[in-house]
């Protein structure tokens, strides 16, 4: 920390100070990954950008001018419709049950136990997995025929639930454009899936937070004649909130990109009840050779994620310059 | 407090870096990594391919084992790429092909999913290949149209499997003494029968979609018949037609004797539900054969019986491997020498009894081919051969996308005006028989 607050200060203090190794060599170790970056991750963007306005949608390379066309008709699509009802409703409930189950587990293995490190590592090694492991796992785990089902069977369950095949939309009767809005029942199976997968990383991360605050203040509360309920909600959960904030960020943006785990659970669904915008993409650009399309999806998912994500790197970084 | 402002900070810098790789899959996908050998000829060849699954796999090594005795000394290198029936191979081959470094010769099924490659102005032809080998009659004429645009041959078939087979549990036909259902009439009878004693009729698994799209293509085949069938993929029949109506109906009809979990379960779960005796019937392309006599030790005409599709007696769904010459190939002499080897009678007769399919030459062996086989070699020679759409040789890969994507709906809502509006849209976006 101390080094870093020199070099701040130092150009402060003298402008004009001639070349030296010493000053060009920072600039020299970032420049080709701040290359690397320009052209593969934003030269690209751009790229997707301008071909998602063009008649590319043919094996032929068609860079013709198509204006906005790829992405109205986008819009007029049933499953691309499908596909945000879905990531808006998959997104929800994937961060509320990451964060909430990913707090409890944090709060339980916070409890000074021995055999903590051992709860910690159960809890976070669902993580380790490939979301495809995973796919393919509750795939059977919830195929109509077999995994969940055996046991309802088993307890004398009449009605077994179909799981990822049900089509029915909760509740009925909300139609908007082609599509039912509501909760695809189909899509339950997923979630369940990503949030074993990831609750174990919301816990890490309030772990974390759980650290970091500092005894005094829970002592304090004591002192005042709180009881832990009212400590918890009154001292310890405020503190949290920065560490809501970036978990729920993070899981946004893997729930906005989700691929591999309904690639490999569900595919599409359904009546596209478990698609998303990325298998979308995928099938488009690379079954349909619908080049220009697939990128105006792409696109469209960007704009998405920065929607979540630009104002909290905007307020984050702000706060960074004020300290 | 100073703790938190680090986490923050270390939280947002940890979201920028994901942001950024989000983008980078978005838009660089297409990268794939590529080594083109040098520009002067040697002997050398890069076979591209998706055939990495255990009976392709053998054929292919076999039929390269075959081209290094007649060619001693040239380099084979197997650029095989694997995953799901070709879905991988094509997108890396579409990005070679785009990027101008096109493999020497790679898979392409005949028909419609060749000439997106002809058309873009991508393929040699073959004609004087086909001349000097004699081929122009070894192969039957409607498959050589396949593969040919105004005059000009661009491909060399290798194999053909046949997309309109009807496969059923023999034991189940003979315990409650069911036809073969070669008609409609005939399938509706049996299904009933079966439904009564609480057999599933028709098993499906239709996960990856093209499973529905491929039993309604048979439906439409056995419903309109073959010319028409043809017409219908080069858009000279309106989608109003009562036909295809027709035949969506009986599909609709067809759907209310599947197994409940079909969305569920691939190909392989269908045509299992009919090993395990859990369905009766599965309608799926002749390399269930390869998956039950190999995969699951079944007996054909013991454990399993098969006949066509119902009406489609007489027609063939052809779904062909082929292999062609792109431009712009490092070694095109090689190629011509390897497309020699796989249009021979030899060539073909060692690799397709390996992987399960029949040759493409109407004069191979029959005694090399198991029972079904020679009964498909058999129908191939006097059949009207019909291009399959689920496999993308009726239509372009846009259109094909756009019909799974309305079949998607279909099997779940079952609204036939619905998926017949959708056709018609697809047909205007992807320019249909043109």
Known sequence: MDSLQRMDAVPQGRRRRPWTWERAYPILTLLPSIIAIAIFVYGFIFWTGYISLTKWNTLTVNLAWNGLR?????????????????????????????????LLLAVMVDQKLRTEALFRNIFIFPMALSFIVTGVVWQWLFAPNSGVNLILKALGVKHLPQWYVDPTIVPPGWHVGQ??????????????????????????????GLRAIPEELKEAAAVDGAN???????????????????????????????????????????????????????????QGNHYAQGAAIAIIMLLLIAVFIVPYLVSAFRQEGRS | MKGKKAL????AAAVLVALTTACGTAGTANNASNTAGAGTEEKKIEIFSWWTGAGEADGLNALIKLFQQKDPGVQVQNSAVAGGAGTNAKQVLATRMQAGNPPDTFQVHAGAELMAWVDAGKMEPLNDLYQSQGWNDKFPQQLIDMVSKDGNIYAVPVDIHRGNVLWYNKKIFDQYHLQPPTTFDIFFKDADILKQHGITPLGLGDKDTWEATMLWEDVLLGTVGPQKYDQIWQGKVSWDDPGIRQSLETFKKMLQYVNSDHAALDWQDGSQLVATGKAAMNVMGD????????????????????????????????????????????????????????????????FNPLKGSIPARIDADPSKYDVYSQQAMADFKKDQLTPSLAHGSAASPGFLDAVNTAMKVFVTNQDIDQFISALKTAAQENNLGQ
């Open chain 1, 179 to 208: 599509i039912q809005l509501g909760l695809p029942i189909a899509l339950i199976a997923v979630v369940v899936a990503a949030v074993w997968q990831m609750s174990g990383f919301a816990m890490a991360l309030y772990l974390a």
């Open chain 1, 228 to 286: 832990a309920w009212q400590t918890f909600w009154k001292v310890t959960f405020p503190q949290l909130h920065p560490i809501t904030v970036t978990t729920t960020i993070i899981l946004a943006h893997i729930s906005m990109k989700i691929f591999d785990l309904i690639y490999a659970m569900t595919g599409p669904g359904p009546m596209f009840a478990t698609d998303m915008p990325s298998l979308n993409m995928f099938n488009t650009t690379f």
């Open chain 1, 70 to 102: 790829n992405y109205a008709l986008l819009f007029q699509q049933f499953r691309f419709q499908a596909d945000l009802r879905n990531l808006l409703v998959f997104t929800i409930l994937f961060i509320l049950c990451c964060l909430v189950i990913g």
């Open chain 2, 287 to 350: 390399w269930a054969k390869g998956y039950y006599t190999t995969d699951l030790k079944l007996k054909p005409n013991v454990d399993f019986g098969w006949c066509v599709t119902p009406g489609t007696e007489g027609d063939f769904m052809v779904i062909s491997d082929t292999f062609g010459l792109p431009k712009g190939a490092p070694h095109p002499n090689t190629v011509l020498d390897w497309l020699k080897v796989l249009g021979s009678t030899e060539g073909q007769d060692v």
């Open chain 2, 8 to 11: 923050r900070l270390g939280g």
